[in-house]
């Protein structure tokens, strides 16, 4: 994803000779991404146009753009990722400080979940039931059902904090997350959200890959597999 020029680059995952590319001149900051079930149909999220671009994966060709229901253009669609069962593509949304709801076949949003504010990243625990939802501008993570997408809980971090990317651990039980605005790592434990550590680190820490990670195929950014 080449976000400053609006593009999307094929290569060739071996040799990385460019393969082609796409022009997305309509999805500005185009940034996380995830696949529908059978790998066919990739959903790219357009963080500054308040929009998604659903491409063909085999013809590299755009097939539709879906505005968001509310098209937030300044921190708006940012992390996404398909439900377990293929049914829906959960998209959290900054200024809409929850999650909204695509269908699994990319063509419509259909509802939408309240979070926290700030929504940003979205991190499936690793038996698949629980969606975590990490909201930046709050300090607090949402536990939502991963299949039906009903919140369970909500852990704040201790003091507050600015929860972002991250992962979960290979065994389960911790969720690793940086600290955007607050020079720090948090380590949270999956069983209760409690704080296990906070790590200073430098200044504006984003992306954070916890790794190795259980999967076949990688879904690119933080170290997302399936």
Not at 50 to 71: C, E, K, N, Q
Not at 94 to 120: C, F, M, Y
Not at 179 to 196: F, M, N
Request: charged residues 20%; hydrophobic residues 35%.
């Amino acid at each position: 994803m080449a976000e400053a020029h609006r593009e999307l680059v094929f290569y060739d995952p071996r040799t990385w000779a460019v393969q082609d590319t796409l022009q997305t001149p309509d999805c500005a900051g185009i940034d996380h991404a995830d696949f529908t079930s059978d790998g066919r149909t990739a959903v790219f999220t357009c963080e500054f146009a308040g929009r998604v671009a659903v491409v063909d994966v085999s013809t590299h060709r755009l097939l539709r753009m879906i505005d968001m229901p509310h098209r937030n253009t300044m921190m708006g669609p940012q992390d996404i990722k398909l439900a377990p069962d293929g049914s829906a593509f959960y998209i959290a949304d900054s200024q809409q400080n929850g999650v909204w709801v695509l269908d699994g076949a990319a063509t419509k949003i259909v509802r939408e979940i309240p979070s926290g504010r700030g929504a940003h990243g979205l991190y499936l625990s690793r038996d698949a039931t629980k969606l975590y939802v990490t909201n930046r501008r709050e300090g607090s993570v949402s536990v939502l059902d991963a299949y039906t997408g009903a919140p369970l809980t909500k852990w704040t971090i201790p003091g507050g904090g600015s929860p972002d990317m991250g992962n979960v651990t290979a065994d389960g039980t911790q969720l690793w997350l940086s600290g955007r605005y607050d020079h720090s790592v948090y380590v949270l434990s999956t069983a209760d959200g409690h704080l296990i550590r906070k790590i200073d680190v430098g200044k504006g820490p984003h992306g954070l890959c916890v790794w190795p990670q259980p999967g076949r195929y990688s879904l690119g950014h933080t170290g997302i597999m399936r």
